[in-house]
Nanobody, 121 residues
Framework: QVQLVESGGGLVQAGGSLRLSCAAS????????MAWHRQAPGKQRELVAA???????MYADAVKGRFTISRDDAKSTVYLQMNSLKIEDTAVYYC???????????????WGQGTQVTVSS
């Protein structure tokens, strides 16, 4: 059973930075495609960023140039560095994992419990 545990969320002022972490267990992490999704109040969950086992990355247009996804296979952990945060980045951020890239970015098999990120003015 794959388990994903996020940490690092919190309250930050607009323009600030946060780094989210997601620790995975129960899988062969180095083979997994990892992704961050988010859901704001009243909105659908959306993909933020994804990273393949080989380190290929993709980002939503809204976060390009501000967010960076990375992974440390030795620690079975994926990170999301968020800089220049905006009020519209406020959401619950979910870590996700799947062995197939397309599923990781759309309907992954495994989800974390989510961590709240709130950006204030």
């Amino acid at each position: 059973q794959v388990q994903l545990v996020e940490s690092g969320g919190g309250l930050v002022q607009a323009g600030g930075s946060l780094r989210l972490s997601c620790a995975a267990s129960g899988s062969r992490f180095s083979f997994d495609c990892m992704a961050w999704h988010r859901q704001a109040p009243g909105k659908q969950r959306e993909l933020v960023a994804a990273i393949s086992p080989g380190g290929i990355t993709m980002y939503a247009d809204a976060v390009k140039g501000r967010f960076t996804i990375s992974r440390d296979d030795a620690k079975s952990t994926v990170y999301l560095q968020m800089n220049s945060l905006k009020i519209e980045d406020t959401a619950v951020y979910y870590c996700a994992a799947d062995t197939i890239w397309a599923r990781a970015t759309m309907q992954p098999d495994y989800w974390g419990q989510g961590t709240q990120v709130t950006v204030s003015s």
